[in-house]
């Protein structure tokens, strides 16, 4: 895979110099917390408010970061290992590297395209991309910029249950590698940064393009419309900003838009019915007979819930805590994957999203039992830098940490990044 001495992390380090000979740097900075300041710095305020905001106090989000500050690498010396081998074989795919990148709704507050910039930015290192179910480009125009490059399509259960089905069929129809049904969002958690601003991506019409692309979610709309009583609303200039957003993040033409209802019918609907409140185990047992397509379930941090799940006959979990966006408070993701692994073995297939900044935290997490991780925060924020280019550096940078690791450590494959290379902190 890689010649002697020669990985994507020394490729990537020669890239950035060699450009540096002529004055050029990186279009997004390498370290996470420039990388941070410069997208905030780059992003409206709602936007950031949306991307990276969390629940209550953020105690969950620093418990993240503070989880992998607890463990320590300890590297092994004269190894002799001069490549390494970064792929992994997840649910019947063998990819390049354990690192996928997480559904993130409401992109094009960072970028207008949002999705499809993802897509290409994904498709650039081969990666797999989970097509966000609150996107703001269709998955079919996802995939068609995506190629023959991994994807797999998030699904939240709606409360119509023909909508799940015609999701579910779309997914199969773009060739999706998997449906990963995120569990923990059947209501929105409590955001201050957004509710201090008044401010819902959604009610703008931003991030519902999964459903205005979708049959049965227009056939739910019509009827509406065709059902609603006609009744007066309040004039404001914020509602006229609002409205015109609708309007333009609308399929079809905004002078069409502009006078239909549509608009304003598919954002009332998609608060409706986007997520069902109500979600059991009773409901994901039905996936079996609904699809052909691996079932993933994220947003798992207990392990009987891990048991459950497998016992279910599931494919695979995501441990996850939504990036700190749901409950405050909250167990660190990476805390929970050590439990979880305990709990279900070796076997089956565990992956970790939230609070990974770093191919080291790459390491940390396989270390510690993680088949693969889910990126989040940082390819939006650079997206929000560099948009497509942006995505596809920090998906690069993080794979060279990590391969660079790996060589500093003496792990040559993903197999020999074993616990017994980390320490915890005695403090913790």
Same mark, same amino acid.
């Given at each position: 895979?890689?010649?002697?001495?020669?990985?994507?992390?020394?490729?990537?380090?020669?890239?950035?110099?060699?450009?540096?000979?002529?004055?050029?740097?990186?279009?997004?900075?390498?370290?996470?917390? $420039?990388?941070?300041?410069?997208?905030?710095?780059?992003?409206?305020?709602?936007?950031?408010?949306?991307?990276?905001?969390?629940?209550?106090?953020?105690?969950?989000?620093?418990?993240?970061?503070?989880?992998?500050?607890?463990?320590?690498?300890?590297?092994? *010396?004269?190894?002799?290992?001069? $490549?390494?081998?970064?792929?992994?074989?997840?649910?019947?795919?063998?990819?390049?590297?354990?690192?996928?990148?997480?559904?993130?709704?409401?992109?094009?507050? *960072? +970028?207008?395209?949002?999705?499809?910039?993802?897509?290409?930015?994904?498709?650039?290192?081969?990666?797999?991309?989970?097509?966000?179910?609150?996107?703001?480009?269709? *998955?079919?125009?996802?995939?068609?910029?995506?190629?023959?490059?991994?994807?797999?399509?998030?699904?939240?259960?709606?409360?119509?249950?023909?909508?799940?089905?015609?999701?579910?069929?779309?997914?199969?129809?773009?060739?999706?590698?998997?449906?990963?049904?995120?569990?923990?969002?059947?209501?929105?958690?409590?955001?201050?940064?957004?509710?201090?601003?008044?401010?819902?991506?959604?009610?703008?019409?931003?991030?519902?393009?999964?459903?205005?692309?979708?049959?049965?979610?227009?056939?739910?709309?019509?009827?509406?419309?065709?059902?609603?009583?006609?009744?007066?609303?309040?004039?404001?200039?914020?509602?006229?900003?609002?409205?015109?957003?609708?309007?333009?993040?609308?399929?079809?033409?905004?002078?069409?838009?502009?006078?239909?209802?549509?608009?304003?019918?598919?954002?009332?609907?998609?608060?409706?019915?986007?997520?069902?409140?109500?979600? +059991?185990?009773?409901?994901?047992?039905?996936?079996?007979?609904?699809?052909?397509?691996?079932?993933?379930?994220?947003?798992?941090?207990?392990?009987?819930?891990?048991?459950?799940?497998?016992?279910?006959?599931?494919?695979?979990?995501?441990? +996850?805590?939504?990036?700190?966006?749901?409950?405050?408070?909250?167990?660190?993701?990476?805390?929970?994957?050590?439990?979880?692994?305990?709990?279900?073995?070796?076997?089956?297939?565990?992956?970790?999203?939230?609070?990974?900044?770093?191919?080291?935290?790459?390491?940390?997490?396989?270390?510690?039992?993680?088949?693969?991780?889910?990126?989040?925060?940082?390819? *939006?924020?650079?997206?929000?830098?560099?948009?497509?280019?942006?995505?596809?550096?920090?998906?690069?940078?993080?794979?060279?940490?990590?391969?660079?690791?790996?060589?500093? +450590?003496? $792990?040559?494959?993903?197999?020999?990044? $074993?616990?017994?290379?980390?320490?915890?902190?005695?403090?913790?």
């Amino acid at each position: 895979m890689s010649t002697p001495n020669r990985g994507p992390g020394r490729a990537r380090q020669e890239s950035v110099y060699r450009a540096g000979v002529f004055g050029r740097t990186p279009a997004v900075p390498t370290d996470f917390a $420039t990388l941070e300041a410069r997208a905030e710095k780059a992003s409206s305020a709602t936007a950031w408010a949306y991307v990276a905001g969390g629940a209550g106090e953020g105690r969950t989000m620093r418990r993240n970061r503070a989880a992998f500050d607890s463990w320590s690498i300890v590297p092994r *010396m004269a190894h002799g290992n001069t $490549t390494r081998d970064l792929s992994v074989d997840l649910l019947g795919t063998t990819l390049p590297a354990p690192v996928l990148l997480a559904p993130i709704g409401a992109g094009a507050l *960072m +970028s207008p395209d949002s999705d499809v910039k993802i897509a290409r930015g994904a498709a650039a290192h081969g990666v797999t991309y989970v097509f966000s179910n609150q996107g703001c480009n269709p *998955m079919e125009e996802c995939a068609a910029a995506m190629g023959d490059s991994p994807r797999w399509v998030q699904l939240y259960w709606s409360t119509d249950e023909d909508l799940v089905d015609s999701m579910i069929a779309r997914a199969e129809a773009i060739g999706a590698g998997a449906l990963v049904v995120t569990l923990d969002t059947t209501l929105l958690g409590w955001r201050p940064m957004d509710l201090n601003l008044g401010s819902l991506p959604f009610s703008q019409g931003i991030g519902i393009a999964q459903y205005t692309s979708d049959p049965r979610f227009t056939e739910i709309v019509r009827e509406r419309i065709a059902n609603a009583p006609k009744q007066a609303s309040e004039v404001t200039l914020g509602a006229i900003r609002t409205l015109i957003s609708m309007t333009r993040n609308h399929p079809g033409s905004f002078g069409a838009n502009l006078r239909s209802p549509e608009p304003r019918a598919a954002v009332e609907t998609f608060l409706d019915i986007y997520s069902n409140p109500g979600l +059991s185990w009773e409901h994901l047992a039905t996936l079996r007979e609904r699809t052909r397509l691996p079932v993933v379930l994220k947003g798992i941090l207990h392990p009987d819930d891990a048991r459950k799940a497998f016992d279910s006959g599931v494919d695979a979990i995501v441990v +996850s805590n939504h990036g700190g966006r749901q409950v405050d408070n909250a167990i660190a993701s990476l805390d929970a994957l050590v439990t979880i692994r305990e709990a279900v073995g070796a076997d089956p297939t565990v992956l970790l999203d939230s609070g990974i900044r770093t191919g080291a935290d790459v390491f940390t997490a396989l270390a510690l039992g993680a088949d693969a991780v889910l990126l989040g925060r940082p390819y *939006m924020y650079g997206l929000a830098l560099a948009g497509e280019q942006g995505v596809a550096e920090v998906v690069a940078n993080v794979i060279a940490e990590l391969d660079l690791t790996m060589a500093l +450590s003496g $792990t040559a494959d993903l197999a020999a990044i $074993t616990r017994d290379l980390l320490v915890r902190d005695s403090a913790r």
